[in-house]
């Protein structure tokens, strides 16, 4: 079964930290550009960061950048977020995606992330007091 599954959501105090795992089945990662978006309630689903698959270039959205940090790891097939600095803000459930080689340049598959062809289901990641 292809699929992405989420992981390492959870509730935090801000100014803490969580790591999101994102492991793959039925494919193998290594050939995808890989991407973490998110959606808070009441808002449209925003891509924070993504990474290439053929240089691993990444790309971070500003709201971000300096706290979040992607990489991939292909001999696990996994794609992580580790996330410092939490604020109320980035409140929101997060979801990994992947898509075909095709452009390099991670922005692309930030920016327009119709070119993104498999996505995982979610995972709820909550910062509060």
């Known amino acids: 079964q292809v699929q992405l599954v989420e992981s390492g959501g959870g509730l935090v105090q801000p100014g803490g930290s969580l790591r999101l795992s994102c492991a793959a089945s039925g494919f193998t990662l290594d050939v995808y550009n890989l991407g973490w978006f998110r959606q808070a309630p009441g808002k449209e689903r925003e891509g924070i960061s993504c990474?290439?698959?053929?240089?691993?270039?990444?790309y971070y959205a500003d709201s971000v950048k300096g706290r979040f940090t992607i990489s991939r790891d292909n001999a696990k097939n996994t794609v992580y977020l580790q996330m410092n600095s939490l604020k109320p803000e980035d409140t929101a459930v997060y979801y990994c995606?992947?898509?075909?080689?095709?452009?390099?340049?991670?922005?692309?598959?930030?920016?327009?992330?119709?070119?993104?062809?498999?996505w995982g289901e979610g995972t709820l990641v909550t910062v509060s007091k």
């Open positions: 990474i290439s698959s053929t240089d691993g270039s990444t």
């Open positions: 995606a992947a898509a075909p080689l095709g452009y390099s340049d991670p922005y692309y598959y930030c920016t327009y992330r119709d070119a993104m062809t498999k």
